[in-house]
Protein backbone atom coordinates (compact mmCIF):
# COMPACT_ATOMS: atom_id res chain seq x y z
CA UNK A 1 0.00 0.00 0.00
CA UNK A 2 1.48 3.49 -1.46
CA UNK A 3 0.10 6.71 0.73
CA UNK A 4 0.53 9.60 -0.67
CA UNK A 5 -0.22 13.06 0.69
CA UNK A 6 -0.99 16.17 -1.98
CA UNK A 7 -1.29 19.73 -1.82
CA UNK A 8 -4.09 21.78 -3.61
CA UNK A 9 -4.99 25.22 -3.65
CA UNK A 10 -7.98 26.24 -1.58
CA UNK A 11 -10.78 27.21 -4.90
CA UNK A 12 -11.64 30.90 -4.96
CA UNK A 13 -15.38 30.55 -6.31
CA UNK A 14 -17.23 27.47 -7.09
CA UNK A 15 -16.69 27.92 -10.76
CA UNK A 16 -13.47 26.92 -10.43
CA UNK A 17 -14.47 23.61 -8.42
CA UNK A 18 -16.77 23.10 -11.30
CA UNK A 19 -14.11 23.43 -13.69
CA UNK A 20 -11.73 20.89 -12.36
CA UNK A 21 -14.98 18.47 -11.62
CA UNK A 22 -13.88 14.83 -12.61
CA UNK A 23 -17.02 12.80 -13.67
CA UNK A 24 -15.72 9.58 -13.35
CA UNK A 25 -14.91 10.11 -9.42
CA UNK A 26 -18.40 12.19 -8.92
CA UNK A 27 -20.11 9.14 -10.81
CA UNK A 28 -18.09 7.09 -8.59
CA UNK A 29 -19.57 8.77 -5.34
CA UNK A 30 -23.19 8.84 -7.06
CA UNK A 31 -23.31 5.02 -7.51
CA UNK A 32 -22.65 4.70 -3.72
CA UNK A 33 -24.80 7.20 -2.63
CA UNK A 34 -27.64 5.41 -4.82
CA UNK A 35 -26.56 1.74 -3.67
CA UNK A 36 -26.51 3.05 0.18
CA UNK A 37 -30.65 4.96 -0.39
CA UNK A 38 -31.89 1.74 -2.65
CA UNK A 39 -31.14 -0.27 0.82
CA UNK A 40 -32.13 1.65 3.11
CA UNK A 41 -35.08 2.89 1.01
CA UNK A 42 -35.50 1.23 -1.51
CA UNK A 43 -35.14 1.33 -5.60
CA UNK A 44 -37.76 3.89 -5.89
CA UNK A 45 -36.62 6.47 -3.26
CA UNK A 46 -32.90 5.75 -4.89
CA UNK A 47 -34.31 7.00 -8.33
CA UNK A 48 -35.69 10.18 -7.28
CA UNK A 49 -32.84 11.21 -5.25
CA UNK A 50 -30.70 10.95 -8.30
CA UNK A 51 -33.27 13.06 -10.53
CA UNK A 52 -32.85 15.40 -7.65
CA UNK A 53 -29.46 15.77 -7.57
CA UNK A 54 -29.15 16.66 -11.35
CA UNK A 55 -31.95 19.04 -11.13
CA UNK A 56 -30.42 20.79 -8.30
CA UNK A 57 -26.83 20.85 -10.00
CA UNK A 58 -28.04 22.54 -12.86
CA UNK A 59 -29.50 24.76 -10.76
CA UNK A 60 -26.77 25.78 -8.35
CA UNK A 61 -24.62 25.71 -11.93
CA UNK A 62 -26.96 27.80 -13.71
CA UNK A 63 -26.92 29.99 -10.50
CA UNK A 64 -23.26 30.21 -10.10
CA UNK A 65 -22.63 31.05 -14.11
CA UNK A 66 -25.40 33.56 -13.59
CA UNK A 67 -27.30 32.15 -16.68
CA UNK A 68 -30.18 31.93 -14.78
CA UNK A 69 -31.71 34.71 -12.44
CA UNK A 70 -34.37 33.96 -9.96
CA UNK A 71 -36.96 36.43 -8.59
CA UNK A 72 -39.51 36.16 -5.79
CA UNK A 73 -41.62 34.87 -8.24
CA UNK A 74 -40.21 32.43 -9.78
CA UNK A 75 -37.30 32.30 -13.13
CA UNK A 76 -36.92 36.02 -14.28
CA UNK A 77 -34.94 34.73 -17.99
CA UNK A 78 -36.29 31.76 -19.64
CA UNK A 79 -33.13 30.18 -20.80
CA UNK A 80 -31.62 27.40 -18.84
CA UNK A 81 -27.94 25.71 -19.50
CA UNK A 82 -28.80 22.20 -19.12
CA UNK A 83 -26.00 21.36 -21.29
CA UNK A 84 -23.49 22.30 -18.94
CA UNK A 85 -22.12 24.39 -22.47
CA UNK A 86 -19.76 26.65 -20.07
CA UNK A 87 -17.66 23.79 -18.29
CA UNK A 88 -16.84 20.93 -20.14
CA UNK A 89 -15.86 19.08 -17.11
CA UNK A 90 -19.80 19.21 -16.33
CA UNK A 91 -21.04 18.07 -19.67
CA UNK A 92 -21.17 14.74 -19.60
CA UNK A 93 -22.42 14.14 -16.04
CA UNK A 94 -26.57 14.20 -17.22
CA UNK A 95 -25.70 11.24 -19.61
CA UNK A 96 -23.89 9.08 -16.96
CA UNK A 97 -27.15 9.87 -14.59
CA UNK A 98 -29.63 8.65 -17.24
CA UNK A 99 -27.22 5.75 -17.92
CA UNK A 100 -27.43 5.04 -14.24
CA UNK A 101 -31.15 5.93 -14.12
CA UNK A 102 -31.58 2.92 -17.10
CA UNK A 103 -29.18 0.79 -15.40
CA UNK A 104 -30.63 -2.85 -14.32
CA UNK A 105 -29.03 -1.32 -10.55
CA UNK A 106 -31.99 1.26 -10.26
CA UNK A 107 -34.59 -0.59 -12.08
CA UNK A 108 -37.53 -2.72 -10.73
CA UNK A 109 -38.33 -6.15 -10.24
CA UNK A 110 -41.46 -5.77 -12.33
CA UNK A 111 -39.28 -4.70 -15.42
CA UNK A 112 -37.26 -7.66 -15.25
CA UNK A 113 -34.46 -7.15 -13.13
CA UNK A 114 -33.95 -10.53 -10.98
CA UNK A 115 -32.97 -9.34 -7.20
CA UNK A 116 -29.77 -11.14 -6.97
CA UNK A 117 -28.45 -9.46 -10.08
CA UNK A 118 -29.64 -6.23 -8.68
CA UNK A 119 -27.30 -7.33 -5.50
CA UNK A 120 -24.54 -8.27 -7.81
CA UNK A 121 -24.06 -4.95 -9.61
CA UNK A 122 -24.33 -3.20 -6.21
CA UNK A 123 -21.25 -5.32 -4.89
CA UNK A 124 -19.85 -4.92 -8.35
CA UNK A 125 -20.17 -1.46 -8.64
CA UNK A 126 -19.25 -0.77 -5.19
CA UNK A 127 -15.67 -2.07 -5.88
CA UNK A 128 -14.62 -0.92 -9.52
CA UNK A 129 -12.22 2.11 -9.53
CA UNK A 130 -14.27 5.04 -11.29
CA UNK A 131 -13.24 4.69 -14.87
CA UNK A 132 -13.92 0.78 -14.76
CA UNK A 133 -17.45 2.20 -13.12
CA UNK A 134 -17.50 4.93 -15.46
CA UNK A 135 -17.33 1.99 -18.54
CA UNK A 136 -19.78 -0.29 -16.72
CA UNK A 137 -22.79 2.78 -16.21
CA UNK A 138 -21.77 4.02 -19.42
CA UNK A 139 -20.17 1.49 -22.03
CA UNK A 140 -18.03 2.53 -25.06
CA UNK A 141 -18.63 2.06 -28.58
CA UNK A 142 -15.65 2.11 -30.85
CA UNK A 143 -15.48 1.48 -34.60
CA UNK A 144 -12.98 -0.07 -36.62
CA UNK A 145 -12.24 -0.25 -40.95
CA UNK A 146 -10.50 -3.21 -40.39
CA UNK A 147 -9.26 -5.50 -37.47
CA UNK A 148 -6.29 -3.85 -37.16
CA UNK A 149 -7.09 0.00 -37.53
CA UNK A 150 -9.01 1.89 -35.26
CA UNK A 151 -11.88 4.00 -37.23
CA UNK A 152 -13.50 6.42 -34.38
CA UNK A 153 -12.19 5.65 -30.73
CA UNK A 154 -15.79 6.44 -28.96
CA UNK A 155 -18.90 7.09 -30.49
CA UNK A 156 -22.68 8.04 -29.14
CA UNK A 157 -24.37 5.46 -28.15
CA UNK A 158 -26.97 5.49 -30.79
CA UNK A 159 -28.29 3.71 -33.70
CA UNK A 160 -27.54 6.79 -35.79
CA UNK A 161 -23.88 6.35 -34.78
CA UNK A 162 -23.68 2.92 -36.24
CA UNK A 163 -25.65 3.61 -39.23
CA UNK A 164 -23.78 6.91 -40.25
CA UNK A 165 -20.36 5.62 -39.09
CA UNK A 166 -19.65 3.61 -42.41
CA UNK A 167 -17.43 1.66 -40.64
CA UNK A 168 -17.65 -2.27 -40.98
CA UNK A 169 -16.59 -3.41 -37.27
CA UNK A 170 -18.19 -2.17 -34.02
CA UNK A 171 -16.82 -3.26 -30.60
CA UNK A 172 -19.17 -2.14 -27.59
CA UNK A 173 -17.11 -2.36 -24.11
CA UNK A 174 -20.00 -2.65 -21.53
CA UNK A 175 -16.79 -3.77 -18.75
CA UNK A 176 -18.52 -6.88 -18.02
CA UNK A 177 -19.74 -7.83 -21.51
CA UNK A 178 -17.71 -7.21 -25.12
CA UNK A 179 -19.64 -7.04 -28.14
CA UNK A 180 -18.24 -7.21 -31.63
CA UNK A 181 -20.99 -5.83 -34.37
Given at each position: MRIRTLQFETAR?????????????????????????????GVREA????????????AQ?????????YTRG???????DVAFTQCPQLQHLPRLVFALLRSPLLRFH?????????IYLQCLFSALEPSSLNRAVY????SYDTPDKQAYPRHSL????LITSGSPIFLLDAFTHLIDY
Amino acid sequence: MRIRTLQFETARSVNDIYDTVDPEVVLSILVHEVILSSLENGVREARISLHEWLVNLTAQYNDAYKIAEYTRGGLSTSHVDVAFTQCPQLQHLPRLVFALLRSPLLRFHEEGVHPDYRIYLQCLFSALEPSSLNRAVYPSLSSYDTPDKQAYPRHSLSRAALITSGSPIFLLDAFTHLIDY
